[in-house]
């Protein structure tokens, strides 16, 4: 028993939490470290790319003492990388921004239209293509030190053939434990394959607190244990109670006991 505690505790430290779903201050108010923001809407130049967006953004990470973990690329769903002609230079604007707010990790989103999914078969045009826009964004991010990592509803296989195509290690897993176990995939075992090629995670329990739903999380924190995960959970969390930061410290709670952290 003192092993195990040890052992969560050792997982625990490498681990850090943030949200998707509440801004800089109120993450503050729930006791978290951290938020992941969106980049904006489709336009030629992103909301995030604008330099006085970021100043805004650079002056709140000031005051609370929190960071920006993450960029969301949600436009995506609507303007697919694999068919919007302005994809390659959203990618680029999403890195340079990135670098200038020290965010790590850029979420490249595949679902709606975006999906490269039809069905359970994989689009293999939709895949080309990003396949290669990806692969040329690459070398770009890895210069930023950033990780475009790829969230959509593919299996681990699956990602990690698209991966393998575009061999870098600038382009990872943003791995969705909630859209996973929906998909009916066995999410520890696509965890454990996965291994470090997943950059960031999404926890959520569909319109539930977590924990509450149907996400098996006590089997997910042994498997991240196992992979000696370091990084962040992002919260992509419903509000059941209608109070934003109350969920968000209760779901930050849930995670840090699941983790022994509390």
């Not at 470290?33 to 489709?42: F, T």
């Not at 000031?62 to 068919?83: C, D, H």
Request: aromatic share 6%; glycine share 10%.
């Amino acid at each position: 028993m003192a092993k195990e505690r040890a052992g969560k505790a050792a997982a625990a430290a490498k681990i850090r939490i943030g949200s998707c779903a509440i801004g800089l201050k109120d993450a503050k108010q729930a006791g978290l470290e951290g938020v992941e923001i969106g980049v904006g809407g489709a336009a030629e130049k992103l909301h995030v790319a604008d330099p006085e967006v970021r100043a805004n953004y650079k002056e709140e990470m000031k005051a609370t003492g929190l960071v920006i973990s993450s960029f969301m690329m949600g436009l995506l769903n609507s303007n697919p990388l694999a068919s919007d002609p302005r994809g390659p230079a959203w990618l680029e604007q999403s890195i340079d921004a990135a670098k200038d707010l020290g965010a790590k990790v850029i979420l490249v989103a595949f679902f709606g239209k975006g999906s490269l999914l039809e069905g359970r078969e994989v689009k293999k045009d939709d895949v080309d293509v990003v396949v290669q826009r990806l692969k040329t964004a690459a070398p770009r991010a890895k210069e930023a030190g950033v990780v475009l990592a790829i969230e959509n509803t593919l299996s681990a296989q699956q990602n990690a053939d698209v991966l393998d195509r575009i061999g870098s290690d600038a382009v990872q897993i943003y791995y969705d434990v909630g859209n996973s176990t929906g998909m009916r995939y066995d999410v520890p075992a696509e965890i454990r394959f996965l291994k470090s090629r997943i950059a960031s995670f999404h926890f959520k329990d569909g319109p539930h607190y977590l924990g509450e739903g149907k996400v098996k999380f006590p089997a997910i924190e042994a498997a991240i244990r196992e992979i000696a995960y370091q990084g962040w959970i992002v919260m992509e969390t419903s509000s059941p109670s209608k109070d934003r930061v109350a969920d968000a410290k209760r779901n930050a709670a849930y995670i840090r006991k699941l983790f022994g952290m509390a």
